[in-house]
């Protein structure tokens, strides 16, 4: 049977013809994990995974026709970079011999560290979270969803985080025992966009006062409309992703 793929991100260097929408075949009775198996995938880079317009499991079943979507670890902490390493790795343990296995080890307990990063939502330190780039005003994002500049509108559980902060990026990396150069305070609900820049994603802010991130549930509302107006008009459509049900 056949299934429609979307590969988000940087999981499209999985894809069998290079585009990172594609029509793929897989047995009947084949269920999502199979399906990121035969892609070639590490299943732990399938973090996110949308079965039409419904979130699933990897043990989700499929059928004829169904529309797959795979997104990679979110937000806040683990760069593209050091997720990347996956493949990488595969192919050095399998024709690198003993030296090669000693280096997939080593870069495999790096690769796994950064992917438990990335799932629990990034460094955290002082009772909040790191991000990589600043917030993102309210109108900038609502000019972004009406362009398609962004492919994914995340809302955030409630009380999840209490503040973000930003760390300054050195030779070595983040330096997580530096003093954060910025924190901002969650006030109202914490939505974050993600575009092709900006893979981590960044909060959202509407307020005036420079150290505050998050938007009025009216805000909110008016925002996933213009998602669903601009998804209503567009073969390419914003994906939203609510955690506040998980």
Do not use: C
């Not at 979270?129 to 917030?135: A, F, G, L, V």
């Not at 009025?216 to 601009?230: A, M, N, W």
């Amino acid at each position: 049977m056949k299934v429609r793929v979307e590969l988000q991100a940087y999981l499209d260097q999985y894809s069998p013809n290079g585009d990172d929408a594609f029509d793929y075949e897989v047995p009947d009775g084949a269920r999502v994990k199979d399906l990121v198996v035969k892609l070639g995938m590490p299943e732990e880079l399938a973090s996110v995974i949308i079965v039409g317009d419904t979130n699933a499991d990897p043990s989700h079943g499929l059928k004829e026709g169904d529309r797959v979507i795979l997104i990679p670890p979110l937000a806040g902490g683990a760069r593209m970079g050091h997720l990347r390493v996956w493949p990488a790795v595969l192919r050095i343990a399998t024709v690198g011999g003993i030296f090669g296995g000693l280096l997939f080890l080593i870069l495999l307990v790096v690769s796994i560290a950064f992917t438990i990063l990335a799932f629990s939502g990034g460094v955290s330190g002082g009772g909040g979270m790191s991000i990589h780039y600043e917030p993102m005003s309210l109108e900038t994002a609502q000019e972004l969803i009406g362009s398609g500049g962004i492919y994914m509108v995340a809302i955030r559980k409630e009380g999840n985080m209490d503040e973000y902060f930003l760390l300054e990026e050195g030779p070595g990396g983040y330096d997580t025992r530096s003093e954060p150069s910025r924190k901002w305070e969650v006030d109202g609900v914490d939505v974050h966009v993600f575009t092709d820049s900006m893979h981590t994603g960044t909060p959202i802010t509407s307020s005036d006062d420079q150290h505050k991130v998050g938007i009025t549930p009216e805000q909110l509302t008016d925002l996933l409309q213009r998602v669903d107006q601009f998804n209503s008009t567009s073969p390419w459509q914003i994906q939203v992703l609510d955690q506040r049900e998980q």
